[in-house]
DNA sequence: TATTGTTATACTCTATAACTATA
DNA sequence: TATAGTTATAGAGTATAACAATA
């Protein structure tokens, strides 16, 4: 029997009361469940975020989904990249503004989202199932709460 | 009077009904604000996590502390570097094992932490001010739970 | 003049592998 | 053999500045 190496018992402190924290711990427990169920499709959180927009926004600019994701459009180049050569999001030339590119799903990109948004929401669904009540209604109104927050 | 471009109205779909990406949006908007309020400090959120828990945990090595934040030992290294550099932490020989180093906060590192902790207090209580009643409790419960969710 | 997509660049985080000194 | 700290390295993610094409 191998010699069993005892973690030392650790006070959290202040984290232990901090808001902050706890949101860490719980997003990055989230998106870790999330990358290890959506790997099998190659999607992050990240890739994810621009498809689901450009699936509900048909011929939305780069920078618009940029813009409504809060990145810079710059982070978008690869981003598309990715996606269009996944075969699941194409650039189409704008036809009002020859700058600019309008994004599709391909007709691919439709079954595959139809897919993975399945996958998404039973991810969704283990982290749901841990609520009770209306706890679900109410985190989700104070997470928006949260995010709206401007600081001056 | 200056052409004003207007933004295009987006459509959130799904992304709008997902705990996920609410968690995420949340989480970026508070450690925004803690960025901002604790840049005086030359303090990140992660720079704060690992002086808090040295300050609770006297004597404790590099790794027990990088574990406990779940991050990695190798990206202690410049973490301490950087605090000891503030001159707030210290790295002092460990006496009972000669591979080891324990970290104390500093005595300049205990007024520093101090005062810290009153500004991310301040902070906090920006974000508490927006919930009524109990609704502090069930989100640092809830949060609890999801960061504790393991995924098989 | 301003904006779109793009490139180049840089900085932070994060993770892995390998080294050394100790255990 | 295994572990602690370290270094080197590499991959994401994110942001800024500058450029060409277009508005």
Avoid: W
């Avoid at 808001?19 to 190659?42: I, T």
């Avoid at 309008?102 to 969704?124: N, P, R």
Wanted: charged share 25%; proline share 4%; net charge neutral.
């Amino acid at each position: 029997m191998p010699k069993q190496s005892v973690p030392p018992v650790i006070n959290y402190g202040d984290l232990d009361n901090l808001m902050g924290y706890k949101l860490r711990r719980a997003q990055v427990s989230f998106f870790e469940s999330f990358a290890q169920r959506c790997s099998k499709f190659g999607i992050t959180p990240g890739l994810f975020g621009v498809l689901s927009l450009v699936k509900h926004n048909p011929g939305q600019t780069q920078t618009a989904i940029a813009n409504a994701l809060g990145n810079d459009r710059s982070a978008m180049v690869s981003v598309v990249d990715r996606l269009e050569a996944m075969n699941v999001l194409e650039r189409k030339p704008s036809v009002s503004d020859r700058r600019s590119h309008a994004l599709f799903l391909t007709l691919e990109g439709e079954t595959f989202y139809t897919q993975l948004i399945e996958e998404v929401k039973k991810h969704e669904q283990q982290f749901m199932q841990l609520l009770a009540g209306d706890e679900a209604k109410i985190i989700a109104d104070v997470l928006d709460r949260f995010a709206a927050l401007k600081t001056s």
